[in-house]
């Protein structure tokens, strides 16, 4: 299984702001994914994020508040952008199995990212 | 669209009693199904999946789930559950083959009793 790390383990933001979390991975992986767990709730999709081409966005998410970077095979961020109190949620990527992996299909969670909007 | 319904929000068992924790889904495609489990303080950790093959998996800490087709359910179960079972366990889903993301459910909060 992939070891994830991700920064800020938490944050406490301001209303209009913008925090960007970021993602590492110790292998190489072929796509990452950003989840959004909100408060008593189940985890969301945001988007898939792979190496050299734009993120796909499921339906309800958008780049503009949500832009995602993709730089390498072991590294992303996601930014949460003009934050409102809405926003306060647990983020969290998660990967496949290694790049030489057979199977695509389980993904591996990172710790996530507490963010609270005031 | 695609769901994934878990049927019991909270439950409340007894240290030995058995477990079973219903899951549904609605996918249009052949699937690949998951359950993660997520103790309290720490991330989310994959206890079993199903790909193909044997309809009944068996996962880490004695778990198991059962893939029954043509109800588009599978159920968690734990014959004898203890203390140290207490967390919030999520069904997952994603189209077999693809490179999707996951369809979790809901979750159901699990607390054993002493």
């Known amino acids: 299984s992939a070891v994830i790390s991700q920064k800020p383990s938490r944050d406490i933001c301001q209303r209009g702001t913008s925090l960007t979390i970021q993602c590492q991975v110790d292998?190489?992986?072929?796509?990452m994914f950003w989840y959004r767990q909100q408060p008593g709730q189940s985890l969301t999709l945001i988007a898939t994020?792979?190496?050299?081409?734009?993120?796909?966005?499921e339906s309800g998410f958008v780049i503009d508040k949500f832009p995602i970077s993709r730089p390498n095979l072991t590294f992303s961020t996601l930014t949460v952008s003009n934050m409102s109190p809405e926003d306060s949620s647990i983020y969290l990527c998660?990967?496949?199995?290694?790049?030489?992996?057979?199977?695509?299909?389980?993904?591996?969670f990172g710790p996530g990212t507490r963010l609270t909007v005031l | 669209a695609q769901s994934v319904s878990q049927h019991n929000h909270h439950v409340i068992l007894s240290e030995a009693a058995s477990l079973e924790l219903g899951c549904n889904y609605s996918?249009?495609?052949?699937?690949?199904l998951f359950w993660y489990v997520q103790y309290p303080g720490q991330h989310l950790q994959l206890l079993l999946k199903?790909?193909?093959?044997?309809?009944l998996v068996k996962g880490i800490k004695g778990f198991e789930a059962e893939f029954i087709k043509s109800k588009f359910s599978f159920n968690l179960r734990k014959p004898s559950v203890q203390w140290s079972d207490t967390a919030e366990y999520f069904c997952?889903?994603?189209?077999?083959?693809?490179?999707?993301?996951?369809?979790f459910g809901k979750g159901t909060h699990l607390i054993i009793q002493p």
């Open positions: 292998s190489q992986v072929t796509m």
């Open positions: 998660s990967v496949p199995p290694g790049i030489r992996a057979p199977r695509v299909g389980e993904q591996f």
């Open positions: 996918y249009g495609g052949t699937v690949n």
């Open positions: 997952a889903v994603n189209l077999r083959g693809g490179a999707d993301g996951l369809t």
């Open positions: 199903y790909f193909s093959g044997d309809p």
């Open positions: 994020a792979n190496q050299g081409s734009e993120a796909t966005y």
